[in-house]
């Protein structure tokens, strides 16, 4: 099973990033996907956005009106557009695939917002 995250970087705050995750070793479109991301060393993870198997979504209150959590259950790629970055974005972004009692966690990826 891999979760591998790709797209972060340094960008400008207002600027906008799309990050990607490729998912293998397990049947992707039955799992609901998720971005979380951690703040800092020791901060806890927190949940950005999810999608359902179905498409269906859901965002934290900070990611709302900003964030668009997608998929393509045939390229089993989940992906997460980021507009009107804030510094406040700045974080580790993991993607992390959950069924059924299942639940598998990439590597992350670095978002720096930074002017």
């Known amino acids: 099973v891999q979760l591998v995250e790709s797209g972060g970087g340094l960008v400008q705050p207002g600027g906008s990033l799309r990050l990607s995750c490729s998912a293998s070793?397990?049947?992707?479109?039955?799992?609901?996907m998720s971005w979380y991301r951690r703040q800092a060393p020791g901060k806890e993870r927190e949940l950005v956005a999810?999608?359902?198997?179905?498409?269906?979504?859901t965002y934290a209150d900070s990611a709302k009106g900003r964030f668009t959590i997608s998929r393509d259950n045939v390229k089993k790629m989940v992906y997460l557009q980021m507009n009107s970055l804030k510094p406040e974005d700045t974080a580790v972004y993991c993607c992390?695939?959950?069924?059924?009692?299942?639940?598998?966690w990439g590597q992350g990826t670095q978002v720096t917002v930074s002017s």
């Open positions: 992390y695939a959950y069924y059924n009692g299942y639940r598998y």
């Open positions: 999810s999608i359902t198997s179905g498409g269906g979504s």
């Open positions: 070793g397990f049947t992707f479109s039955s799992y609901v």
